[in-house]
Structure formats: structure tokens, C-alpha cells
């Protein structure tokens, strides 16, 4: 057995295991310590990934060579694309999964990669080699004792970080349910100076769907759709760019049921037993996710609000309940869900529950998720105050990638804000701190036209493929498809046609007018109403053209060809600005500048950069309380020296 290691990962959740796999995948020895080597990856709340922005973040991970996208695919029970009805901008793919096997799938991950070690054990501490006389990480200790000495350390502990789950009045020590938490890492980091909070999350009660009233429902499908012949069409309804990657298991429903007045007046007239509300829990909760409770509390005037009801899998009657996470005593939980009549008999498998747990202040982390004041440690996952999965996972593959990197002796790679989601989660965490769980949406990127989900394999598979993450199978993907599209959106530029008589009606119909003369096929596809489905059965040329492309790709090619075409102008302008707000990136600011020292900066500017220390004039423009006078005082110095 080894006992000296390039990294090691501290906690197999879904930041974890890709931490993990990157760093191994880059060539260094990897230990990867979990309490439990069965519930790697654990979907600990709802069993779905991805989302609004959230789906943006597993396409990047995906085309960055990361695991998240193949294993949602392998295990998704339904597939939707999230705000098709607005531009693709904000597009955003979700898939409901199925819980054993996303488990199944990520542990055989772990399993078949070479330089990756798995050991079942907690750790207790942090070991530092006290030779050079500074606080660098060398190792650590589990409860049983061992030490194990490495390079680099990953932790992302998740919840587990003195975890405290609230059942009503009830309060039981865990990281999750059935789960103890880990004790002695969060006082040994405060006492080194980490500033450590609380934070809080929660998740609903799990029932027996053999006990809903399927009569009493609304049937919410995903986007798959049925063939002639009988078999469903979901090839391109996936997450990972790669051909390869098939969906294989059987789709399932999702069902939308909704509070009544009845359900709230139960839930109001026992919110004195509400951990939330009885001053039990002093954490701050998710403002974007909110418990049952919060959301009776403060949209008050509402007698209702939507539950959905998602499988747990393919095998099991286990339902989860969308919309109704509560730390209530359960009997409360039970007899509210019941006035719902769909649940009129639910049955419980186990009751919602609310956490609270420790996380550490992100502003005292470089880009790169190393810590400012413990060298050699990263941190990834809620223990740097985010929620969700997904932002999870993107900051473990970037830990992984990095300490993987400093080993090897490499530069950190550091993603732009206009480069991916994941630079502007990264770039928030690491500026802006947290007063809250942290939740990526798409309002949060500036450059939103330039982060959409069709193309975050052309952002960003290239650099995958030059760091050694993406293989050469992935990037040769990459390049035929945007090849494939390139020739399309030519073709469609340079291709004229003399509308028929069908088409000119089929215009009438649209609102778009009559054509006269030849037109270009690319004008008519900026027009709102058309797109290539709809033209296809108009221009025969059109459909030719189309159907010369890979069946398996077709879709995905053609969709990505019509972004291109009828958004143009957008990408380009705000390409343009991007590159613009690109320059202050490039300016450093030296790492040992005193701000205190200059007082013609505000004062609340001085605290601000001292406290942060940004690395660039780009990230200290974004530190809030820090003007605009301020970076010009900071532009004037440095231009000067």
C-alpha cells in the first residue's frame, strides 16, 4: 500500500470525484478518501443535473475533458432543454437521472482510472512539514490514524464539515442523513487564520410513488420524442459533445401537482417548531432555492406554489418532491403533503431535513482555488459557500487540473469571464465572497451570447486537448463538427433561391410578406419566424444539403449552423466588448502592493483590496466598494512603474 502521493482529494462527492480523475488523468498519483466508497457522487438532494446556467457548466465540464456530462447521459431517465421559448443564450439543458446508477457509473469511473487510489476513511487533520518553517500542506491523517503525506491537497468536503441536520426540534450530527460529519478540519484551518461560516441547505421529504394518485396529476415529458417504428429519439438530447456517448436507459415522466390554502395554514400554524424560524438555525439558507416554509413566509399572498414529482430511477418507486424542501417535524411534513390530493396516502421512505455546516470565506482563494494562507491546499465545492452539483463539480475539475498542474510545474489555468460559466463562478467566489449559498445563473455572465451550451466544446475542448485532459479522440470530434457547420452556414450564404409559390404562402402565413426575386437562404433564416426545419420542407435544396451531414450529428450541426446565421451580429458585438474588458485582465498588479499606502484611493477601495489582494487590475474592478476613480489611481501607478 503507498503512502506518499502527487495529490490527495479529500471527499468523493461530485466536486470530488472530479478532482480526482483530472488530477490522475494528468499524470500524478492521485488518493482519493472518502467516509464511503458506495456513495461516491452522491445526489444528495434531487436527482437531476443541470438546469438554468447550471447545464451550461456540465457542457463546459464536458468539453474540458471532465466526467459530470458523460455520466448525466449514461444515467438520465428524461432530458429537457430549459428556456427554449428565449434566445439560445440562455438555453439550458437538464436531465432527471437515475441515482444508483449515476453512482454505479461515476465508482466504475474511479475504479478503471490509471494513477487513481480509492481508501474509506474520514480525515481528522491536516499534516504541514514544519522544515521550511511556513504553512504548506504536506498530508494528512484519517481517524484511524494513518498519515498520508502528498504534494498537493484537495478538499471538498461538502456538508460534512461539522454537519448538522435539523429534523424539526430534533437536531442530529451528520454530513447527510445516516452519514456522521467531520470534526477537527474546520477549527485546525480556523486557527491558521481561514475565516470559517455557517452556511445552510436543505431537501425534501423522499415518498412512495406507488402511493400518488396518478389520476390527480399533470404528466410534465421531456423533450425525447417517439419514431414510427416505435423507438425514442434521444441522441441529440444529451450533455456530452462526443458521439460515442449514447443514452441507454428507458425515459421516465416527471408530474406536477400544487399547494393549497390548506397546506400552508398547516405549515404556518407549526412554524414555531421550523428550525428556520424558532431561532434554532442561525445559517444563512439558499435565496434561489427556499425551504417550503420561506417560500409560505414570504410570498404570503400566494395560495399556491408548484411541486414537481421526479423518479428516483428506473428500478424504484422512489419519488422526490421538487419544491417542498422543509426542516419541519415530519408529522407536520406528512399531514401538509396530504391535503395535496395526488398525495392524499403518501407514504414517506424518509423526511426532509435541513443542514448546516461549515464553509470557508472563497475571497482568501487565488483563481487557481489555492488558498492564499495554506499553501499546497485547494478547496473546491460548498466548502467555498456555493450550492448545486454542478458548480460543485466545474470548481473540483479545476482543482484537480490545477494541483495536477503545480505539481508537474505548469502555470494554473485560469478561465475567463468570458471564456466559460465556470470563470465567472470561479471569478465571483474568488472577488465578491458570499453572504449566501451561491447558485450560478445566466444573468451573473456579462457575455452570456458568447457562454451558450450548443458551443462550449469550440471554447473550450482546444484547451482541454493542450493540457492533456481532453483526448485526441475528443478534439478530432470538435473539429469535424465545427467544420461540418462552417460549410453549412457558407453554403447558406452563397446559396440563392427563387421562392415557389408554396414557400410565398407559407411567408404569408409566417407574417413575414411575399418575396420578389432570388434570395439568399441565409436571409431568410434571420428571419424570427423560420428556421431550417420549416424551410426544409419548402426548399428541396435546403433539405439535400442537411441530410448530407452525419445522421447521429445532424441535429446538433444544423442547430448550432442557425445560431450562428441569425445571431451573427450579437456574438460579434459583444466579442468585441469581451475583448475590450480583456486588457484590464493583463494588467498585474504586483503581489506585495501596499494599498494602504495610497490614499488617493477611497477608503473602503483600500480595505477592499487589502483584504482581497486581486491579482489583476480586471478582478479588482469587480470587487465591490472598489469605484471606478479607484482603478484609474491603480492604472496611473502601475503605468508609472
Same mark, same amino acid.
Given at each position: 500500500?503507498?503512502?506518499?502521493?502527487?495529490? &490527495?482529494?479529500?471527499?468523493?462527492?461530485?466536486?470530488?470525484?472530479?478532482?480526482?480523475?483530472?488530477?490522475?488523468?494528468?499524470?500524478?498519483?492521485?488518493?482519493? &478518501?472518502?467516509?464511503?466508497?458506495?456513495?461516491?457522487?452522491?445526489?444528495?438532494? #434531487? +436527482?437531476?443535473?443541470?438546469?438554468?446556467?447550471?447545464?451550461?457548466?456540465?457542457?463546459?465540464?464536458?468539453?474540458?475533458?471532465?466526467?459530470?456530462?458523460?455520466?448525466?447521459?449514461?444515467?438520465?431517465?428524461?432530458?429537457?432543454?430549459?428556456?427554449?421559448?428565449?434566445?439560445?443564450?440562455?438555453?439550458?439543458?437538464?436531465?432527471?437521472?437515475?441515482?444508483?446508477?449515476?453512482?454505479?457509473?461515476?465508482?466504475?469511473?474511479?475504479?478503471?482510472?490509471?494513477?487513481?487510489?480509492?481508501?474509506?476513511?474520514?480525515?481528522?487533520?491536516?499534516?504541514?512539514?514544519?522544515?521550511?518553517?511556513?504553512?504548506?500542506?504536506?498530508?494528512?491523517?484519517?481517524?484511524?490514524?494513518?498519515?498520508?503525506?502528498?504534494?498537493?491537497?484537495?478538499?471538498?468536503?461538502?456538508?460534512?464539515?461539522?454537519?448538522?441536520?435539523?429534523?424539526?426540534?430534533?437536531?442530529?450530527?451528520?454530513? @447527510?442523513?445516516?452519514?456522521?460529519?467531520?470534526?477537527?478540519?474546520?477549527?485546525?484551518?480556523?486557527?491558521?487564520?481561514?475565516?470559517?461560516?455557517?452556511?445552510?441547505?436543505?431537501?425534501?421529504?423522499?415518498?412512495?410513488?406507488?402511493?400518488?394518485?396518478?389520476?390527480?396529476?399533470?404528466?410534465?415529458?421531456?423533450?425525447?420524442?417517439?419514431?414510427?417504428?416505435?423507438?425514442?429519439?434521444?441522441?441529440?438530447?444529451?450533455?456530452?459533445?462526443? +458521439?460515442?456517448?449514447?443514452?441507454?436507459?428507458?425515459?421516465?415522466?416527471?408530474?406536477?401537482?400544487?399547494?393549497?390554502?390548506?397546506?400552508?395554514?398547516?405549515?404556518?400554524?407549526?412554524?414555531?417548531?421550523?428550525?428556520?424560524?424558532?431561532?434554532?438555525?442561525?445559517?444563512?439558507?439558499?435565496?434561489?432555492?427556499?425551504?417550503?416554509?420561506?417560500?409560505?413566509?414570504?410570498?404570503?399572498?400566494?395560495?399556491?406554489?408548484?411541486?414537481?414529482?421526479? +423518479?428516483?430511477?428506473?428500478?424504484?418507486?422512489?419519488?422526490?418532491?421538487?419544491?417542498?424542501?422543509?426542516?419541519?417535524?415530519?408529522?407536520?411534513?406528512?399531514?401538509?403533503?396530504?391535503?395535496?390530493?395526488?398525495? @392524499?396516502?403518501?407514504?414517506?421512505?424518509?423526511?426532509?431535513?435541513?443542514?448546516?455546516?461549515?464553509?470557508?470565506?472563497?475571497?482568501?482563494?487565488?483563481?487557481?482555488?489555492?488558498?492564499?494562507?495554506?499553501?499546497?491546499?485547494?478547496?473546491?465545492?460548498?466548502?467555498?459557500?456555493?450550492?448545486?452539483?454542478?458548480?460543485?463539480?466545474?470548481?473540483?475539475?479545476?482543482?484537480?487540473?490545477?494541483?495536477?498542474?503545480?505539481?508537474?510545474?505548469?502555470?494554473?489555468?485560469?478561465?475567463?469571464?468570458?471564456?466559460?460559466?465556470?470563470?465567472?463562478?470561479?471569478?465571483?467566489?474568488?472577488?465578491?465572497?458570499?453572504?449566501?449559498?451561491?447558485?450560478?445563473?445566466?444573468?451573473?455572465?456579462?457575455?452570456?451570447?458568447?457562454?451558450?451550451?450548443?458551443?462550449?466544446?469550440?471554447?473550450?475542448?482546444?484547451?482541454?486537448?493542450?493540457?492533456?485532459?481532453?483526448? #485526441?479522440?475528443?478534439?478530432?470530434?470538435?473539429?469535424?463538427?465545427?467544420?461540418?457547420?462552417?460549410?453549412?452556414?457558407?453554403?447558406?450564404?452563397?446559396?440563392?433561391?427563387?421562392?415557389?409559390?408554396?414557400?410565398?404562402?407559407?411567408?404569408?402565413?409566417?407574417?413575414?410578406?411575399?418575396?420578389?426575386?432570388?434570395?439568399?437562404?441565409?436571409?431568410?433564416?434571420?428571419?424570427?419566424?423560420?428556421?431550417?426545419?420549416?424551410?426544409?420542407?419548402?426548399?428541396?435544396?435546403?433539405?439535400?444539403?442537411?441530410?448530407?451531414?452525419?445522421?447521429?450529428?445532424?441535429?446538433?450541426?444544423? $442547430?448550432?449552423?442557425?445560431?450562428?446565421?441569425?445571431?451573427?451580429?450579437? &456574438?460579434? @458585438?459583444?466579442?468585441?466588448?469581451?475583448?475590450?474588458?480583456?486588457?484590464?485582465?493583463?494588467? @498585474? &498588479?504586483?503581489?506585495?502592493?501596499?494599498?494602504? $499606502?495610497?490614499?488617493?484611493?477611497?477608503?473602503?477601495?483600500?480595505?477592499?483590496?487589502?483584504?482581497?489582494?486581486?491579482?489583476?487590475?480586471?478582478?479588482?474592478?469587480?470587487?465591490?466598494?472598489?469605484?471606478?476613480?479607484?482603478?484609474?489611481?491603480?492604472?496611473?501607478?502601475?503605468?508609472?512603474?
Amino acid at each position: 500500500m503507498k503512502f506518499e502521493y502527487d495529490v &490527495i482529494v479529500v471527499g468523493a462527492g461530485h466536486a470530488g470525484c472530479e478532482a480526482a480523475v483530472a488530477s490522475a488523468r494528468l499524470g500524478c498519483s492521485t488518493l482519493l &478518501i472518502t467516509a464511503d466508497m458506495n456513495r461516491v457522487a452522491q445526489m444528495s438532494c #434531487n +436527482p437531476a443535473v443541470g438546469g438554468i446556467a447550471k447545464g451550461q457548466i456540465v457542457r463546459e465540464i464536458d468539453a474540458l475533458g471532465g466526467m459530470m456530462g458523460i455520466i448525466s447521459d449514461l444515467t438520465a431517465i428524461q432530458f429537457r432543454m430549459l428556456n427554449r421559448s428565449k434566445g439560445p443564450a440562455v438555453w439550458s439543458p437538464r436531465v432527471q437521472s437515475d441515482r444508483t446508477r449515476f453512482i454505479d457509473e461515476w465508482r466504475k469511473t474511479l475504479d478503471e482510472t490509471e494513477n487513481l487510489y480509492l481508501f474509506q476513511d474520514m480525515v481528522v487533520a491536516l499534516l504541514f512539514d514544519d522544515e521550511d518553517g511556513d504553512d504548506r500542506v504536506s498530508g494528512v491523517e484519517t481517524a484511524l490514524g494513518i498519515k498520508f503525506k502528498a504534494k498537493k491537497v484537495v478538499l471538498t468536503a461538502g456538508t460534512f464539515l461539522n454537519g448538522l441536520m435539523h429534523f424539526g426540534r430534533t437536531q442530529i450530527e451528520g454530513g @447527510r442523513i445516516s452519514e456522521s460529519s467531520s470534526r477537527g478540519l474546520s477549527d485546525q484551518l480556523r486557527s491558521m487564520g481561514l475565516n470559517v461560516g455557517r452556511m445552510k441547505t436543505g431537501t425534501p421529504a423522499r415518498i412512495d410513488g406507488s402511493s400518488i394518485d396518478y389520476d390527480q396529476v399533470t404528466v410534465q415529458s421531456g423533450d425525447d420524442c417517439r419514431l414510427p417504428d416505435g423507438s425514442i429519439k434521444r441522441d441529440f438530447h444529451k450533455f456530452s459533445y462526443l +458521439p460515442s456517448v449514447k443514452r441507454c436507459l428507458p425515459p421516465r415522466d416527471c408530474y406536477i401537482v400544487h399547494t393549497s390554502p390548506d397546506v400552508h395554514k398547516i405549515l404556518n400554524d407549526n412554524l414555531a417548531d421550523s428550525p428556520l424560524y424558532n431561532g434554532q438555525i442561525k445559517s444563512i439558507g439558499p435565496r434561489y432555492c427556499p425551504s417550503i416554509e420561506t417560500k409560505i413566509v414570504t410570498f404570503a399572498d400566494k395560495e399556491s406554489h408548484q411541486l414537481f414529482l421526479e +423518479p428516483e430511477g428506473v428500478m424504484t418507486h422512489e419519488f422526490y418532491i421538487n419544491g417542498f424542501s422543509s426542516s419541519l417535524p415530519w408529522q407536520v411534513q406528512m399531514e401538509a403533503l396530504s391535503q395535496i390530493p395526488a398525495l @392524499r396516502d403518501v407514504q414517506f421512505y424518509r423526511p426532509g431535513y435541513a443542514i448546516e455546516y461549515d464553509f470557508f470565506d472563497p475571497t482568501q482563494l487565488r483563481h487557481s482555488l489555492e488558498s492564499k494562507i495554506v499553501g499546497n491546499l485547494y478547496l473546491a465545492g460548498q466548502v467555498n459557500g456555493t450550492t448545486g452539483y454542478e458548480e460543485a463539480a466545474a470548481q473540483g475539475l479545476m482543482a484537480g487540473v490545477n494541483a495536477a498542474r503545480s505539481v508537474k510545474g505548469f502555470d494554473p489555468v485560469i478561465l475567463g469571464r468570458d471564456q466559460a460559466y465556470i470563470g465567472v463562478l470561479i471569478d465571483d467566489l474568488v472577488t465578491k465572497g458570499v453572504d449566501e449559498p451561491y447558485r450560478m445563473f445566466t444573468s451573473r455572465a456579462e457575455f452570456r451570447i458568447l457562454l451558450r451550451q450548443d458551443d462550449a466544446d469550440l471554447r473550450l475542448t482546444p484547451l482541454g486537448y493542450e493540457i492533456g485532459l481532453a483526448d #485526441n479522440y475528443r478534439y478530432q470530434a470538435m473539429k469535424s463538427k465545427y467544420a461540418e457547420r462552417d460549410s453549412l452556414v457558407e453554403w447558406c450564404e452563397n446559396t440563392s433561391v427563387r421562392p415557389t409559390e408554396p414557400l410565398q404562402l407559407f411567408l404569408e402565413e409566417c407574417g413575414t410578406g411575399r418575396l420578389s426575386g432570388r434570395v439568399k437562404i441565409a436571409e431568410l433564416l434571420r428571419r424570427p419566424q423560420l428556421n431550417f426545419e420549416n424551410l426544409s420542407s419548402y426548399i428541396s435544396a435546403l433539405n439535400d444539403r442537411c441530410s448530407e451531414i452525419e445522421e447521429s450529428r445532424r441535429e446538433e450541426i444544423v $442547430e448550432s449552423a442557425e445560431i450562428l446565421i441569425k445571431y451573427q451580429g450579437y &456574438i460579434n @458585438r459583444e466579442r468585441e466588448s469581451a475583448d475590450r474588458m480583456s486588457r484590464l485582465e493583463k494588467v @498585474r &498588479i504586483p503581489e506585495g502592493m501596499n494599498f494602504d $499606502e495610497i490614499l488617493a484611493i477611497s477608503t473602503e477601495g483600500r480595505q477592499k483590496l487589502s483584504r482581497i489582494r486581486p491579482e489583476t487590475i480586471g478582478q479588482a474592478s469587480r470587487i465591490p466598494g472598489v469605484s471606478p476613480s479607484d482603478i484609474n489611481v491603480l492604472l496611473v501607478m502601475l503605468r508609472g512603474k
